[in-house]
């Protein structure tokens, strides 16, 4: 099994429907991250969290909200979707520390129509 | 605030060969950590190396090796005998330690295509 597992891993939803992306590690990290990615233009942070009472926005979070449910689970979701929401999205983890590398989901495509 | 910058959208290279993904970065931290990330077409981000803004040496990874000018904020990858299953986009990012509240950021990543 993944060490960071995101679900769902495709999905297509309609416009101004509320949607919940899923990330749950078994890596005992306290960091927590989600990005999407968009073609030409890399990976942006949405939200990231360095504990379940640490909650902090990212560069793009409007139109988006987490839950840190416990130490493993971090849950993205989209209020109201809208079609430039589209995109792939990312779950990561990290422990603490400068030199520490994230290690990434598989990623979840998102597709609003 | 920080930002990683990756010029290069694509870039070509015969297989066997050696070729630079350039990055530069931009933060007034003085504690940070540069690493980079290889994304193949399957889009599972894949950790190559890491470089700390207080380490002497540039690092190395079998093939990898970053080629870390700290005064001019480059942190370039290198990758040596290049391999068609090097064909991937590659990304750089940062974590600056202080002023950037510890956050992993990404630059917008550049396309490796290598040719028999």
């Known amino acids: 099994d993944a060490d960071v597992t995101q679900t769902p891993r495709n999905r297509i939803t309609k416009t101004g429907k509320r949607i919940m992306l899923e990330c749950s590690q078994t890596?005992?990290?306290?960091?927590m991250y989600w990005y999407r990615q968009d073609p030409g233009l890399g990976l942006r942070l949405i939200y990231y969290s360095f504990d379940v009472k640490d909650i902090n926005k990212g560069e793009i979070s409007d139109g988006y909200s987490v839950s840190r449910q416990a130490q493993a689970k971090f849950s993205l979701s989209l209020e109201s979707a809208i079609p430039n929401q589209t995109a792939l999205y990312f779950c990561?983890?990290?422990?603490?520390?400068?030199?520490?590398?994230?290690?990434f989901g598989q990623g979840t495509r998102l597709t609003v129509v | 605030a920080q930002k990683i910058t990756q010029t290069q959208p694509g870039m070509f290279v015969q297989e066997k060969e050696a070729v630079t993904l350039d990055c530069t970065y931009d933060?007034?931290?003085?504690?940070?950590?540069l690493f980079w990330y290889k994304q193949p077409s399957s889009g599972e981000m894949i950790f190559l190396i890491y470089?700390?803004?207080?380490?002497?040496q540039n690092a190395t990874e079998g093939r990898y090796s970053l080629n870390f000018q700290k005064a001019r904020k480059s942190a370039n990858l290198v990758i040596s005998a290049s391999q068609l299953g090097d064909s991937a986009m590659y990304f750089c990012?940062?974590?600056?330690?202080?002023?950037?509240?510890?956050?992993?950021?990404f630059g917008t990543g550049t396309r490796l295509l290598v040719s028999p």
């Open positions: 933060t007034s931290d003085q504690s940070y950590g």
């Open positions: 470089q700390g803004s207080y380490d002497e």
């Open positions: 990561a983890t990290s422990m603490t520390g400068r030199n520490t590398e994230a290690f």
């Open positions: 990012a940062m974590r600056a330690w202080n002023t950037g509240f510890q956050k992993l950021v």
């Open positions: 890596k005992g990290h306290d960091r």
